[in-house]
Nanobody, 130 residues
Framework: QVRLVESGGGSVQAGGSLRLSCTASGFPDTSYCMGWFRQAPGKEREGVAS???????QYAESVKGRFTLHKDNWKDTLYLLMDNLKPEDTGMYYCAADRTRYFSDAAYTHGPQKLDFGYWGQGTQVTVSS
């Protein structure tokens, strides 16, 4: 049974930093995709960053240059380092994973796609004040 446990959310002022962590269990090996998505009140869930089994990383345009995704395969843990946070980064952040090894064509074109992921964490809140 796949399980994703997130941690690291919180409240910061604009320009601050946070680190999110997501530990996965239940996968037979490390060859799977993981990612972070976020959802602001009244908005659709959107992709933030994802990594596949090759170690390829994709970022949403809105976070490029500010967020860094890193996966520690020994710990089965995905980290999202968020720097220079902006109020528009506020939302519930969800960790996602899937048994597929590679990104879909849509992901290569448009960034992380929620339909590509079958497992989701409970979410952790990130609030950025101006």
């Amino acid at each position: 049974q796949v399980r994703l446990v997130e941690s690291g959310g919180g409240s910061v002022q604009a320009g601050g930093s946070l680190r999110l962590s997501c530990t996965a269990s239940g996968f037979p090996d490390t060859s799977y995709c993981m990612g972070w998505f976020r959802q602001a009140p009244g908005k659709e869930r959107e992709g933030v960053a994802s990594i596949n089994a090759r170690g390829e990383v994709q970022y949403a345009e809105s976070v490029k240059g500010r967020f860094t995704l890193h996966k520690d395969n020994w710990k089965d843990t995905l980290y999202l380092l968020m720097d220079n946070l902006k109020p528009e980064d506020t939302g519930m952040y969800y960790c996602a994973a899937d048994r597929t090894r590679y990104f879909s064509d849509a992901a290569y074109t448009h960034g992380p796609q929620k339909l590509d992921f079958g497992y989701w964490g409970q979410g952790t809140q990130v609030t950025v004040s101006s």
